[in-house]
């Protein structure tokens, strides 16, 4: 296999006909990978980087996306979905650096009080062991086929930052990485 530790895993979902047009893809220092079979799909995935050993510094999942939700294909994941399908399998193992950055390049993923839930979730469930920040956006975003980047012209971006602890994680809440919220409660 080889490298086992990369600085960035690409996670597109190659359900949709127009993601398979502009997919992420990387350099050398990233593992890429094209998830066709939905939900279960990714699960497998993730699963079989862990039996690797494989760790990541930052993840980038690159899919639609709608108030906070990820698609791939027809399937989406949600808050409940990361706490039911994904928390409490170790998917944390595979960022095990205290400042990893989860990117969701979707559309208006991090909207309203369903986009605080959804990062919040992920940072739960990916980032559980060493804490780092989940992101996402506001507004709709815009693919190119000649980079495979999404742009997106207006709206904020969000980070939900999860800070590991010995008796529960410690979280915080910013947009455009200005702090919004007070230390006890989540923004709405």
Known sequence: MGKKSYRLLNINDAMSWDMRLAPRKGDEDTYTVNVDNGIDGLRSKLSWMIKEGMTFQNAAFTTHGNRGAI???AEYIIAETWYAKF???GYSRLFPFK?????F????????????RFLEAAART????????????TSLGFGSPFSGHIRHLWGE???????PGGDGAALRFFEDWKRVDDGVNRPS
């Open 71 to 73: 698609h791939f294909g």
């Open 87 to 89: 928390h409490g399998s």
């Open 99 to 103: 400042d990893t950055k989860l990117y």
């Open 105 to 116: 390049a979707g559309c208006n993923v991090a909207d309203g009080k369903q986009g605080w």
């Open 126 to 137: 990916l980032l559980a062991t060493s804490g780092g920040v989940a992101i996402g956006w």
């Open 157 to 163: 971006t969000r980070q939900v930052m999860i800070i």
